[in-house]
């Protein structure tokens, strides 16, 4: 079997090429977790995915296709991709696309990269998705529900912002450029390394799950800024006035697929979390509600069915609004 660049096979680019079309599809969602398994499997596939991605876009880019301009009408408007005459076909068009591509059109090796790879919208995700996409770079980007990033490349640095929600990085080293990822005034430098940030009460969490991550705070003045180096399997998390580092729960990456994980966690952290997923939201009808404490992993959506299990765990009943929310009363 014939090898490429980075121990790549003939059978990993067509893999590659298949799993890139489908990851663009309608089945995206539910077929995340096996294409982070299949990815995972060989660095093989690993490579091949990432060559697959960055030919597609070097050799036609999303702005000129269908999908490109679907993604620029209104929201109210059906993506042609999602119309069920168009599926099939549209998927067969990206795999040939991709497979053309991979020999049509090579990237030469150190050409600069542009300013930002992912378009406006990809940068965003709405309230109840979750989405994935690269940076110029390689780096692979997942959003969790409502969140948004906002990316500043250079050729000395490249600068991420979270501006809200949670995100996870899969970031492809370069020792000449660190990767640097900026929330609630903490820094996360990053090299070649998966980790997750998100926004917490107080501050942000940060999970390692694969490398090393070095997390910096505010610089005092006249100071230099304390600085918590991760191991794989930690977490850091801002408390007011009281950073800790601690280990992460066994199910804290399981949010990529949907899943929420909780261990002895207050039912009012949690409600905070699983309404972020959806517009319609379930809440307390009594404040001392919020101290009863939640362990398990659930889906946050839907919203009827998340409402209905905490009733059930805690011997409450559940009151609909007028204006659709969830209302758990004892």
């Known amino acids: 079997m014939a090898r490429g660049e980075g121990g790549r096979t003939d059978g ?37 995915y990432a060559e697959a991605e960055r030919q597609w876009q070097t050799t036609a880019g999303l702005a000129g296709t269908a999908m490109g301009r679907a993604r620029r009408l209104p929201e109210r408007r059906l993506p042609l991709w999602q119309l069920p005459v168009a599926r099939a076909g549209f998927a067969l068009a990206m795999v040939l696309a991709l497979l053309a591509g991979l020999w049509l059109h090579r990237v030469p090796v150190g050409q600069p990269l542009p300013a930002l790879v992912a378009a406006e919208d990809l940068q965003a995700s709405r309230i109840g998705e979750i989405r994935a996409f690269k940076l110029a770079d390689g780096t692979t980007v997942t959003l969790d529900t409502d969140s948004a990033i906002d990316v500043r490349f250079s050729g000395e ?62 610089t005092p003045a006249g100071g230099v800024a304390a600085v918590t180096r991760l191991a794989p399997g930690e977490c850091f998390t801002d408390v007011p006035a009281h950073p800790r580092v601690a280990k992460a729960s066994i199910g804290a990456q399981q949010w990529v697929s949907g899943m929420l994980d909780f261990d002895a966690v207050p039912l009012g952290d949690v409600l905070q979390q699983t309404n972020r997923y959806s517009a319609k939201k379930v809440r307390l009808g009594d404040p001392a509600l919020a101290s009863l404490r939640v362990t398990g992993a659930f889906r946050p959506v839907p919203v009827e069915q998340l409402a209905a299990s905490l009733a059930s765990a805690f011997s409450l009943r559940v009151e609909r609004t007028t204006q659709g929310d969830f209302v758990l009363k004892r």
Do not use: K
């Not at 309608?26 to 077929?31: G, I, K, L």
């Not at 982070?36 to 499997?41: C, G, I, N, Q, S």
């Open 12 to 48: 990993a680019d067509h893999q590659a090429a298949q799993w890139f079309a489908r990851m663009q599809g309608p089945d995206r969602a539910a077929a995340l977790l096996a294409f982070e398994r299949w990815r995972a499997a060989d660095p093989a596939h690993r490579a091949a």
């Open 157 to 218: 640095a490249r600068v991420v912002r979270l501006t809200r929600g949670r995100a996870r990085f899969d970031v492809i080293h370069d020792a000449s450029r660190p990767f640097l990822v900026e929330a609630a005034g903490r820094t996360v430098t990053a090299r070649g390394t998966l980790f997750d940030i998100g926004f917490e009460p107080g501050g942000v969490r940060v999970t390692l799950l694969r490398g090393a991550v070095d997390v910096r705070g505010l």
